[in-house]
């Protein structure tokens, strides 16, 4: 694509994790049984008014303030005019003239370390529509009202992007805001995080924007790389042959990687906006603003800086730890736990060691068991009961990273289950001393190597020492053991 320029700006919808819907108190529930949370507001009934749930507000603000643009202190709603069978009142509630936050900017970073500044338009607040589910075998389509009305947040962007990598990029820094913000669990597959990609090619070097699409039904980062390569080369192809871009919406097919014309694309007078007459305007005052200023997090790229200036944790490490919420506060609250104050030495020690557990088997344990971060029963109560055992010698590596395996699943206390199962380490010096006798006497060849100078065999006779032990012998005392007793052997 020598001769165009990939032209790209995104429209992402965040469905909003409130216990009610935005403008009425139907609970805010995925997947319960269709229609089952609806009311007359949902179902545009006659005379059922929309009260604005000041929740929405709250999440909206706070959003706003992570993507640094200015708040309007008195925002407010219109309604946009459609008709579609997912849309039971026939128009969204929606924020044209007004919208809560205008401007603002997101820093992303893509693999190859280049950064990108991406400008917000602007953010506003809606509600959402239903769900379409189609059966082309029996010729129907049916309707699921319980997503209409649920509270989203749109977040339309300036056409900054150039590639994919930034596009899934910019994507990974609202999640990381929703998720740390604490507003929406940002799954893309449960249609929590949505994006709209509009594209357009121009020629290279060249300001003036070409005619852009609109790509629908994006549930996932390979559906959205998929996409934009496909509609970049198509709309090449069309303008390659001398044609025109079509201003239209398209939906990408995911069994065939193409996307098709959904409808020609909507003008701004078509949805005949006007202001919403059965609400009012949203009024911020400072002190409300200046309260919620007060309760932001401290966000993912700020915390990594802080691992890795305070505890010594690699780039690597501290990414895997900040990229779910849920990830660093079992991190910061189990070494919160496990640490004696002053003892700066002692705690980057503890949080490397820390560090090295929820990195390794607690991200292979979610990989393996397809669970999302946070949902393991691991508590930082539990999790430091086990490590402050293995610190203390009273259990083996082995033993503390099976039953931190169990724990995943498991309420259990690590100190209740390690005595119940007997598998605190022996330190019984003739218990000890039998089993390494018992295997010197089975062991003839790794003996052999071992006293004829292959000092590797000596490891292979510790291993089956264990073994005999069950995993519950002392490391330490088994290796003395084993070398003066092969050192009586040799002689």
């Not at 610190?391 to 503390?400: H, N, S, V, W």
Request: hydrophobic share 40%; glycine share 6%; with cysteine.
């Amino acid at each position: 694509m020598n001769n165009y320029e990939i032209v790209m700006g995104l429209e992402v919808h965040i469905e909003l994790a409130t216990r009610h819907k935005i403008f009425c108190r139907c609970k805010n529930t995925f997947a319960k049984r269709p229609n089952s949370v609806v009311c007359p507001v949902c179902l545009g009934l006659p005379g059922a008014l929309p009260v604005l749930n000041p929740e929405v507000v709250s999440c909206a603000v706070r959003m706003g303030l992570a993507l640094q643009g200015e708040l309007d202190r008195d925002s407010r709603f219109d309604r946009k005019n459609y008709f579609y069978p997912d849309n039971a009142t026939a128009y969204q509630i929606t924020q044209f003239y007004r919208p809560i936050l205008r401007g603002g900017a997101v820093l992303v970073q893509t693999g190859d370390g280049h950064e990108t500044v991406i400008r917000i338009h602007e953010m506003h607040m809606e509600d959402d529509a239903g769900k379409l589910t189609h059966d082309p075998e029996n010729h129907v389509s049916l309707v699921d009202f319980n997503r209409k009305g649920v509270p989203l947040l749109e977040i339309v962007t300036e056409p900054d992007f150039r590639d994919a990598d930034q596009v899934i990029a910019f994507l990974e820094k609202i999640r990381m805001f929703a998720l740390y913000l604490g507003i929406s669990d940002g799954k893309l597959h449960e249609g929590s995080l949505r994006a709209d990609v509009n594209l357009s090619l121009r020629k290279a070097g060249t300001d003036e924007l070409g005619v852009r699409t609109e790509m629908k039904n994006l549930n996932s980062f390979v559906s959205i790389r998929r996409a934009i390569a496909y509609e970049a080369k198509r709309q090449e192809e069309v303008l390659t042959s001398g044609e025109k871009v079509v201003f239209e919406t398209r939906r990408f097919d995911e069994a065939t990687g193409t996307t098709k014309v959904m409808r020609t694309k909507e003008e701004v007078m078509d949805y005949r906006y006007f202001p919403e007459p059965d609400l009012l305007p949203v009024h911020l005052s400072e002190a409300y603003i200046n309260t919620l200023k007060e309760q932001m997090p401290e966000f993912a790229p700020e915390k990594s800086m802080r691992y890795q200036s305070a505890y010594g944790l690699t780039e690597e490490e501290a990414r895997i730890l900040t990229k779910h919420p849920a990830t660093a506060q079992l991190f910061e609250k189990t070494l919160e736990l496990w640490t004696e104050t002053g003892a700066s030495q002692l705690t980057a020690r503890r949080a490397k060691s820390l560090a090295s557990r929820i990195c390794g088997d607690l991200m292979y344990l979610c990989r393996e068991k397809q669970a999302e971060s946070g949902t393991w029963k691991i508590t930082p109560e539990a999790l430091c009961e086990l490590l402050k055992m293995q610190e203390a010698g009273t259990i083996t590596a082995k033993t503390a990273r099976d039953v931190f395996a169990l724990m995943f699943d498991k309420d259990i206390r690590p100190m209740v289950y390690v005595n119940e199962n007997h598998l605190l380490i022996t330190k019984d010096e003739d218990a000890l001393a039998s089993a390494v006798d018992a295997v010197i006497k089975a062991q003839d060849k790794s003996v052999s190597d071992y006293l004829s100078g292959n000092e590797k065999a000596l490891w292979h006779l510790l291993g089956c020492v264990m073994k005999e032990t069950n995993g519950q012998a002392d490391p330490a005392a088994v290796r003395q053991l084993l070398l003066a007793k092969l050192a009586q052997l040799k002689g």
